[in-house]
């Protein structure tokens, strides 16, 4: 039972179903993953931060995945300007450091991309991220897994010429769609859309059909962007 429950919880996280994906897992089992959806659900509609703080709190501090989904929740206050602590930048890098000699490569692997998105975007360093997200990209495409993929060739495609940049955005695209993943395909929607000209009949088709679905999802963020 406990393993079918797990499934189905990842199933409804995938669908971008958090609270449902939380009702699924009992109160005491799978606290990683609850950690996990509770912080997820917070980057994507900046809602329950205090839930996310209170599921990784329960982690054992020294884990990887505690390191890792601390230095999150530090990141997105800085990104969405949630109630910054003056910390939040050294833990940040703190957790991420820490996550990143975990002997789990994938894991790892998500500390070197995350790391790498703290210094693009938090510290406007692409010289420092851009080694990280080859890394986490050559992690991600050794163990064949397009999930991971979609996420770090959609940070990596700013830094690209425009023909390569669209290619890369479109790939994250269709990577997200495949595997069903649908936050993730509503974002990557959004940024194909703004990266194409406002003339183009594709740019207005992905933003018919993005923006319903950031609405239903309660992702605000990316409907006030756009």
């Given at each position: ?55 990784v ?14 230095a ?16 939040d ?16 490569e ?13 210094l ?10 851009l ?10 495409t050794?163990?064949?897994?397009g ?21 890369m ?55 006030s962007?756009n």
């Amino acid at each position: 039972m406990l393993a079918h429950d797990t499934y189905i919880a990842r199933r409804l996280l995938l669908l971008g179903e958090w609270d449902a994906a939380l009702a699924t897992l009992g109160p005491d089992t799978e606290p990683e993953l609850r950690a996990e959806i509770a912080v997820d659900r917070w980057f994507f509609r900046t809602d329950g931060h205090e839930e996310a703080e209170k599921a990784v709190a329960a982690l054992d501090p020294a884990s990887p995945t505690a390191h890792l989904l601390t230095a999150r929740l530090a990141y997105s206050r800085l990104l969405f300007r949630h109630a910054p602590r003056p910390d939040d930048r050294a833990v940040a890098e703190a957790g991420y450091r820490a996550a990143a000699a975990s002997d789990d490569e994938k894991l790892r692997g998500w500390a070197e991309y995350h790391w790498a998105v703290l210094l693009d975007n938090i510290d406007e360093d692409p010289a420092g991220a851009l080694p990280r997200y080859e890394t986490a990209l050559d992690i991600a495409t050794r163990t064949g897994d397009g999930y991971f993929e979609s996420y770090i060739i959609r940070h990596l495609a700013p830094h690209k010429e425009p023909a390569e940049r669209i290619a890369m955005l479109r790939r994250s695209l269709h990577l997200r769609a495949a595997l069903g993943a649908r936050p993730q395909t509503v974002a990557a929607q959004a940024l194909l859309a703004d990266n194409l000209p406002e003339d183009d009949p594709e740019r207005a088709e992905l933003i018919r059909t993005f923006r319903p679905g950031a609405e239903e999802l309660g992702i605000g963020w990316l409907v006030s962007g756009n």
